[in-house]
């Protein structure tokens, strides 16, 4: 995947969706894509909250169903997804993985 286009158009697109994600606060955030009622997007808050004891990271979590269906269905099976501004990690995931994230980004 070609990140230098893809993820700033994806991620333009979902503030399109939803504006509260283009505020100067989230722009530089990563985001946790996921809904309610996933067991695996618990367990990757989780992670991003035991990371977060170890590495100064922001995110959002961000509720997929909140979008329009063409983007919703976008990650309905691949969710939990973390976006950063550069980056897309499709669950599994793993705190180790989220560091080797955060250097690429």
């Given at each position: 995947m070609d990140n230098d286009t893809?993820?700033?158009?994806?991620?333009?697109?979902?503030?399109?969706a939803n504006p509260n994600l283009g505020t100067d606060e989230n722009q530089d955030?990563?985001?946790?894509?996921?809904?309610?009622?996933?067991?695996l997007c618990d367990i990757a808050e989780q992670l991003l909250t035991q990371f977060q004891a170890v590495q100064p990271i922001s995110?959002?979590?961000?509720?997929?169903?909140d979008f329009d269906e063409a983007l919703m269905m976008e990650f309905a099976t691949t969710i939990p997804v973390i976006l950063t501004p550069s980056q897309r990690f499709?669950?599994?995931?793993?705190?180790l993985d989220l560091q080797q994230l955060l250097v690429a980004s």
């Open positions: 893809t993820i700033p158009t994806l991620r333009a697109r979902m503030i399109a955030k990563w985001w946790l894509l996921g809904t309610s009622g996933c067991h995110y959002q979590y961000v509720d997929i169903a499709n669950y599994p995931f793993s705190v």
